[in-house]
């Protein structure tokens, strides 16, 4: 049905950049994630060297109690080396054989003490170095982390540009209300909303009278003020969560859930009551439709037309004798 009014706006494209920052976002989050998977071996890696450097000290310290013990028996031995040699002097040959062979046995003693004592002290070193690689481990997971949340904090920052981007493409320049495109989004939701609750919603489409006359006569931006002057009136009047559109041109849309047709009749009354009084000394047109069950909104936007057809032909009728 041709409609003589304002072109209609189109959809508004997504800003550019918009997607490129959210795949940024999901991409530095992938890269915490393995930074992080990458701290936790290193972690698990010192542990373990730390477990090692442990196990090589209680080596070391048994090898020195052997040691001990070893130089304890060649003392023994000594002992009796001595003994031997003044107590049995006729004997000095087979003592001294005996002698000899207690002190050979304890100089191989300490020698093996020399030895255990070395490896002691070479554990102790694996150890150290152990404990100092897991330490360096530990650091480079305490990196990673740092730099895993550095990510994840520009990712918040990326995707936080991303939905203030979208808000931008949404809503109108001039009105400060829904774009066509955004708002017919957000119109499936109400129109969604209210069949799941069971209740009513009522959809006004609002003409502004006159738009292209206050063009040509005052300029475009005398026109501009009459759109915003009428924007803020069907703000004014319907409550802060109703939904209100910029259709087209000169069109509005406004979903408002949870009232009858009656109730929304007197609500939208009042529009043209406040813009007789403001600086403009504008008038809308509306046309008023309530959601039928299983209606689709294509269907319901067009009833909605009919009504406003309807309200402009009773404006422009003359007037009865």
Do not use: W
Request: with cysteine; charged share 35%; proline share 3%.
């Amino acid at each position: 049905m041709p409609r003589g009014r304002g072109a209609q706006q189109t959809k508004e494209p997504p800003p550019p950049g918009a997607h490129a920052r959210d795949e940024a976002g999901d991409q530095r989050d992938k890269a915490a994630g393995q930074r992080d998977q990458v701290a936790e071996q290193r972690d698990d890696a010192g542990d373990q060297r730390d477990e090692a450097g442990d196990s090589r000290d209680d080596a070391g310290d048994q090898r020195d109690h052997a040691a001990e013990q070893r130089d304890q028996a060649a003392e023994a031995r000594d002992d009796i080396a001595e003994k031997s040699e003044a107590a049995i002097r006729a004997r000095i040959m087979e003592v001294f054989d005996r002698s000899a062979l207690a002190r050979r046995e304890a100089a191989s003693d300490r020698n093996r003490s020399s030895q255990d004592r070395k490896a002691g002290a070479s554990g102790r070193t694996d150890a150290e170095l152990d404990r100092s690689t897991a330490l360096a481990d530990r650091g480079a997971g305490a990196s990673e982390r740092t730099e895993a949340e550095l990510d994840r904090t520009t990712a918040l920052a990326d995707r936080g540009a991303s939905a203030g981007d979208r808000a931008d493409a949404s809503i109108d320049d001039l009105t400060g209300v829904y774009l066509r495109g955004a708002g017919s989004v957000e119109l499936e939701r109400d129109i969604a909303r209210a069949r799941r609750d069971q209740l009513p919603l009522v959809l006004a489409f609002v003409d502004v009278d006159g738009l292209k006359a206050t063009n040509d006569s005052h300029g475009h931006a005398a026109g501009d003020r009459l759109l915003l002057e009428v924007a803020k009136t069907l703000r004014a009047t319907l409550r802060p969560y109703d939904l209100i559109i910029r259709y087209g041109g000169d069109e509005f849309l406004c979903a408002i859930p949870t009232i009858d047709l009656t109730e929304a009749t007197i609500r939208l009354g009042l529009v043209n009551a406040a813009l007789a009084a403001a600086p403009e000394h504008g008038s809308v047109s509306i046309g008023l439709a309530q959601l039928r069950p299983d209606e689709s909104t294509e269907a319901l936007i067009a009833r909605a037309d009919v009504a406003l057809y309807a309200d402009r032909g009773r404006k422009r009728a003359p007037a009865s004798s």
